[in-house]
């Protein structure tokens, strides 16, 4: 489970909707008390920011909307509570280059 740090237009289309698509579980983990992956370092550096997750969400859902994708599954706002900003990271920006990089996709990174 990955939530990249990477702005949305730079991602290829793997990358976009698989994190789409990972937030989404994200989401119902956090929101819904979910026990499984609750300690996954990615669920941890979410608690407390999803309003930060929420606009996370609707950047990507603007990218994807740009490319051409439906978007069937909003987020509901009411729930998009805590920091705005995300200022916790589980690799640094230059390792997320990195790591995408090497999986030899075609982000723009």
Known sequence: ?????????NMCRNHLLGEHRELHALW?????????????PETLRWRGKLKALYLRHEALVREMTKRGYKHHTPLDPALATGKAVQDEFVNTYEEQVRILKERGYECRV
């Open 28 to 40: 119902s983990i956090i929101t819904n008390s979910k026990k499984a992956y609750a300690h996954h």
């Open 1 to 9: 489970m990955r939530i990249w740090d990477i702005p949305p237009e």
